[in-house]
C-alpha cells in the first residue's frame, strides 16, 4: 500500500491532491504521510514483537515536531543527537526515559540538559566524554546511565559520507580500548552505570551483512563484559536501514529483525534501535513549481522553485531522487538536468533525467524526501526555507509555516553607529 500515487491524473498524497495543497501553501512544499509513518513504525514493531525492545527514531532525519509526535503517540522512543533535538522531542511529548543521546561532541550544557530531563542513557563516544559525563553528574549529585559506541571497524558499503563504523571515522571507540573503558568506568567513575553497549555502523545500508558483522563483535565484548561483572541490559544496534530511492532493494524490516533476533538469542538484552532514514525517508515528498524551461545545446534545464538549500542530498552526495510530474501526462518526454536558482553548479535535483516536458508554472513533486530534507535545509541565497504540510487522510494540516522575510533576518543586529571603532 503506498500513500503517494496518482489517481487519474492527479498526483495525490494520501486523499488529498498535492495540487490543492500547493494551490493553498504555495511551494516549494514538504508533504508528510502520517499514515505512512504510522505504518514504518508498526513495521519495526512487528519485526520485534517477540523480543523486549526499544524504537527510538533518530530525530535528526525529520525533526518537525509533529513528525515527532506522530511517532511518540505510536510509543516511540527517541535518539537525540544534541540539546536542540532533547528539546524538540520533549516538546512532542517523548518520555524521557526512552530517549538515548548519541553524537560525538555532547556539550556541557548539552550533558546537564539531559541530565536533568533523566533520558534513559548517553552514548558514549570517547574517555574524554565519559569523564565529562560523570563530572557533571557528580555536580548534579546523579548517576548517569551510559552505552559506549564501539566502533566495529565494520564497511556498511555506503556513501563514504555516511559510513561511521570504520576505524577510519570519527565515531565510537575501538572494541577493545572500550573494554578497558567499561572497566574504568566501573571501578573509577563512580556517577555513571554503565547499562548498555551501542553502535551504528552508517546509513542507507542496503544489505543485512554488515549489521550482522558488528552484531557478532559488539556480542562478545557483550559477554565479556558480563564476565567482569557489569550489567549490561541495553544493546543498542543503531540506525541504518536503507530505503528504496530508485532500483535499491533493502531488506524490509522484518528480515532485518529476525537476522538480529537470531544473531541476539539468549543474550538476555533489551534491543535499542535508532532508525530515521527507513521510518520518515518514503513518507514525504517535496513538490516544487516549474519556473523556467531552457534547452541548451548540450543540455535542457529544468529551473524549479526548490533548490539545493531545500534539499541538500543530490548536491551533497549525488543522490537520486525520483521526480514525478503532479499532474500526470502522457505527451512527449525530454532529458533534462531540474536545477534550482542557487548561483552554484552543484545547486540541482536531479540531473539527465528523463521526465514528461513540462512548462513554466508545473509543479513537480521530488520523491523520497522525507529523511534528511528538511532537517538539512537552509537559508542559503536568502532563501525562506519551505513550509511542512502533514496530510491524515482527506486532511492537511501546515505544520511549519513558509519561512518569511522578516524570519530571515531575525536575531540580527547592525552595529550602532556610534560605537563603531575609528580606524
Ligand atoms: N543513529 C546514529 C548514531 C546516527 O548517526 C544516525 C544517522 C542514525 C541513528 C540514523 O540513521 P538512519 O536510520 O537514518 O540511516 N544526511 C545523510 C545521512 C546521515 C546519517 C547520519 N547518522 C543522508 O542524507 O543520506
Known amino acids: 500500500m503506498h500513500f503517494f500515487g496518482y489517481r487519474g491524473s492527479n498526483f495525490y498524497a494520501e486523499g488529498v491532491p498535492v495540487q490543492k495543497i500547493i494551490k493553498e501553501c504555495g511551494t516549494p512544499v514538504y508533504i508528510y504521510s502520517s499514515k505512512t509513518l504510522k505504518r514504518h513504525y508498526e513495521a519495526y514493531g512487528a519485526a520485534f514483537a517477540k523480543v523486549p525492545h526499544l524504537i527510538c527514531y533518530s530525530i535528526k532525519a525529520n525533526s518537525n515536531i509533529a513528525v515527532l509526535k506522530t511517532f511518540a503517540n505510536e510509543g516511540s522512543g527517541f535518539d537525540i543527537v544534541s540539546g536542540g533535538e532533547l528539546f524538540r522531542a520533549l516538546k512532542a511529548g517523548a518520555e524521557p526515559k526512552k530517549i538515548v543521546f548519541s553524537g560525538v561532541g555532547k556539550r556541557d550544557d548539552e550533558i ?14 570517547s ?27 565494520v564497511d556498511p558499503k555506503t556513501h563514504p559520507y555516511i559510513s561511521t563504523g570504520l576505524k577510519k571515522n570519527k565515531f565510537g571507540i575501538e572494541t577493545a580500548q572500550a573494554l578497558k573503558e567499561y572497566i574504568n568506568a566501573k571501578n573509577n567513575l563512580r556517577n555513571l552505570t554503565p547499562i548498555g553497549v551501542d553502535c551504528h555502523i552508517g546509513s542507507q545500508i542496503t544489505k543485512i551483512e554488515p549489521f550482522i558483522d558488528a552484531l557478532a563483535k559488539t556480542r562478545e565484548l557483550l559477554k565479556t563484559l558480563r564476565s567482569e561483572g557489569i550489567d549490561i541490559q541495553y544493546l543498542d544496534m543503531g540506525g541504518g536501514l536503507g530505503i528504496t530511492y530508485d532500483t535499491e532493494a533493502p531488506p524490509h524490516p522484518s528480515k532485518y529483525g529476525e537476522a538480529v533476533i537470531d ?18 525517508g518514503n513518507a514525504g515528498i517535496l513538490a516544487t513549481k516549474v519556473l523556467y524551461t531552457k534547452k541548451g545545446s ?20 549525488g543522490s537520486y531522487h525520483a521526480i514525478k510530474a503532479v499532474k500526470e501526462s502522457h505527451g512527449e518526454e525530454i532529458t533534462a538536468d531540474v536545477v534550482g536558482p542557487i548561483c552554484e553548479s552543484g545547486d540541482f535535483l536531479a540531473k539527465d533525467r528523463i521526465l514528461p516536458s513540462v512548462k513554466s508554472g508545473d509543479c513537480l513533486a521530488v520523491m523520497s524526501a522525507g529523511a534528511y530534507g528538511f532537517s538539512m535545509s537552509s537559508n ?25 522575510l522578516a524570519d530571515l533576518i531575525r536575531g540580527e543586529r547592525l552595529v550602532p553607529e556610534g560605537r563603531r571603532r575609528r580606524k
Open 380 to 404: 542559503y541565497n536568502a532563501r525562506p526555507r519551505a513550509a511542512e504540510v502533514m496530510v491524515d487522510g482527506r486532511e492537511f494540516h501546515v505544520v511549519r509555516e513558509r519561512e518569511s
Open 298 to 317: 548540450e543540455k535542457n534545464f529544468i529551473i524549479v522553485d526548490a533548490a539545493m538549500n531545500d534539499l541538500a542530498r543530490p548536491s551533497l552526495y
Open 112 to 125: 546537564e540538559f539531559a541530565l536533568k530531563k533523566g533520558i534513559l542513557m548517553f552514548n558514549v563516544e
Open 127 to 153: 574517555p574524554e566524554e565519559l569523564a565529562a559525563i560523570n563530572r557533571i553528574a557528580r555536580r548534579l549529585r546523579k548517576k548517569a546511565a551510559i552505552a559506549i559506541r564501539v566502533n566495529p571497524d
Open 263 to 280: 544473531g541476539t538469542r539468549g543474550l538476555g538484552v533489551t534491543l535499542i534501535f535508532e532508525p530515521g532514514r527507513s521510518m520518515v
